[in-house]
């Protein structure tokens, strides 16, 4: 099954430390997102990756960052930087650069006390 | 500045009681506005992508439609199971590429 995986499903963490958000898709697909999803807010846009080896800051990038040397995987890092982690963190994938829909993985709930 | 905006913010329909969502934008030169859905706890869900100003599709209770400042989800006889939070999302094209930018949601409960 083609899809996109996001580990692990929780995750809690200490304040002051950094941590890595794991996403991985096998839909062959160019273009990589993460989102950060709060109560009653839409998803802000954290990074995203239209290549390999090339990612852009999207609205929200203070405090994290990320790699892209897959095409299967980008992985986000919350660092002990970003000063609100705490939050349901959602990843997605695209074919191409052009009007296509996005796939989500299932999300990342990261509590940081 | 919200470029999309939803509403309204929560709706509580009655198993049957067909309603509406209201999705607008102020973004120029669209070049395709999504609807998802999304149940607790979970990623979205495409549901479906319409280009151009009086297209139109369905999908089994859900109709999305789109003018030239808004699209609307139409649920008809909705299910309990329908309920969920509702999202749309229009490219918005940046540094190159195409990104999608989301409005906050409207989250949907039928009741039985």
């Known amino acids: 099954d083609g899809g996109i995986t996001q580990s692990p499903k929780y995750l809690f963490r200490k304040e002051g430390q950094n941590v890595t958000l794991s996403c991985e898709q096998n839909?062959?697909?160019?273009?990589m997102y993460w989102y950060r999803q709060d109560p009653g807010q839409g998803l802000r846009l954290i990074y995203y990756s239209q290549i390999v080896n090339d990612f852009q800051k999207g609205d929200i990038a203070e405090g994290y960052s990320v790699s892209r040397e897959k095409k299967e995987s980008f992985p986000l890092t919350v660092t002990s930087a970003q000063k609100n982690p705490t939050a349901f963190y959602l990843c997605?994938?695209?074919?191409?650069?052009?009007?296509?829909?996005?796939?989500f993985g299932p999300g990342t709930r990261l509590t940081v006390t | 500045e919200d470029q999309v905006t939803q509403s309204p913010e929560a709706l509580r329909l009655q198993e049957g009681e067909s309603s509406s969502l209201n999705c607008s934008y102020t973004v120029s030169g669209l070049r395709g506005l999504f609807w998802y859905r999304q149940d607790p706890g979970k990623g979205p869900e495409f549901l479906f992508t319409?280009?151009?100003a009086g297209e139109e599709k369905e999908k089994e209770r859900l109709k999305a439609t789109l003018t030239k400042k808004e699209s609307f989800l139409h649920i008809t006889a909705p299910k309990p199971e329908d309920s969920a939070t509702y999202l749309c999302a229009v490219q918005v094209f940046t540094g190159g590429s195409y990104i999608p930018t989301f409005g906050r949601g409207t989250s949907l409960i039928v009741h039985p």
């Open positions: 997605a994938s695209k074919t191409g650069q052009g009007n296509h829909e996005q796939y």
């Open positions: 839909l062959n697909h160019d273009a």
């Open positions: 319409l280009y151009s």
